[in-house]
DNA sequence: CGCTTGACACCGT
DNA sequence: AACGGTGCCAAGC
C-alpha cells in the first residue's frame, strides 16, 4: 500500500474537521473557518470543501459567505440543494440568503 | 439610510 | 501560472 504520502496534513483536512463540528441548525462562514485555522485563505477553504470527498459526511452546506449568500456549492446552479438542505435543519433562505443569518452565525471556539 | 454591484486582495492546490 | 463554493471596501441608487 502506498501510504506515507502527505507528512504534512492537508489544509483540507482541517476544514473537513471544523466543517463536521457545525452544530445542526447553525451556520458558519469560510471566514470563521479561515479564523478558527489562523489564516485568512478563505479561498483556500472554499476550495477545500470544493475538493471535499466526503460531502457525504461532511455538511459542506452549512457553510456560506459571511455576508449571508449561499455562495456555490457544487456549482451554483446546484446552490438550490444547498437551500434545500438548510431549511431541512431549521434555517430559513430567502431568494439565496439566509434570513436571520446572523442568528444562525455559528463561531468556533478558542 | 439600506441594499446592490464591481474591483481588488489573500491563500492553497 | 491560473483558478476557485470568498471577503472587505467604496460608490451608486
Same mark, same amino acid.
Given at each position: 500500500?502506498? $501510504?506515507?504520502?502527505?507528512?504534512?496534513?492537508? /489544509?483540507?483536512? #482541517?476544514?473537513?474537521? $471544523?466543517?463536521?463540528? =457545525? !452544530?445542526?441548525?447553525?451556520?458558519?462562514?469560510?471566514?470563521?473557518?479561515?479564523?478558527?485555522?489562523?489564516? %485568512?485563505?478563505?479561498?483556500?477553504?472554499?476550495?477545500?470543501?470544493? #475538493?471535499?470527498?466526503?460531502?457525504?459526511?461532511? !455538511?459542506?452546506?452549512?457553510?456560506? *459567505?459571511? *455576508? @449571508?449568500?449561499? @455562495? @456555490?456549492?457544487? @456549482?451554483? $446552479?446546484?446552490?438550490?440543494? %444547498?437551500? *434545500?438542505? $438548510?431549511?431541512?435543519?431549521?434555517?430559513?433562505?430567502?431568494?439565496?440568503? =439566509?434570513?436571520? /443569518? #446572523?442568528? #444562525?452565525? /455559528?463561531?468556533? !471556539?478558542?
Amino acid at each position: 500500500m502506498v $501510504l506515507s504520502k502527505m507528512v504534512t496534513v492537508s /489544509f483540507e483536512s #482541517k476544514v473537513w474537521e $471544523l466543517c463536521r463540528k =457545525i !452544530p445542526k441548525g447553525k451556520l458558519t462562514t469560510y471566514k470563521e473557518i479561515g479564523k478558527a485555522l489562523h489564516t %485568512k485563505a478563505y479561498r483556500a477553504v472554499g476550495q477545500a470543501l470544493k #475538493k471535499n470527498k466526503n460531502t457525504h459526511a461532511t !455538511p459542506c452546506h452549512r457553510v456560506v *459567505n459571511s *455576508n @449571508g449568500s449561499l @455562495g @456555490g456549492y457544487y @456549482g451554483k $446552479l446546484n446552490s438550490i440543494r %444547498k437551500i *434545500n438542505l $438548510l431549511e431541512k435543519e431549521g434555517i430559513k433562505v430567502e431568494k439565496g440568503r =439566509i434570513a436571520n /443569518f #446572523k442568528e #444562525k452565525l /455559528f463561531s468556533y !471556539p478558542c
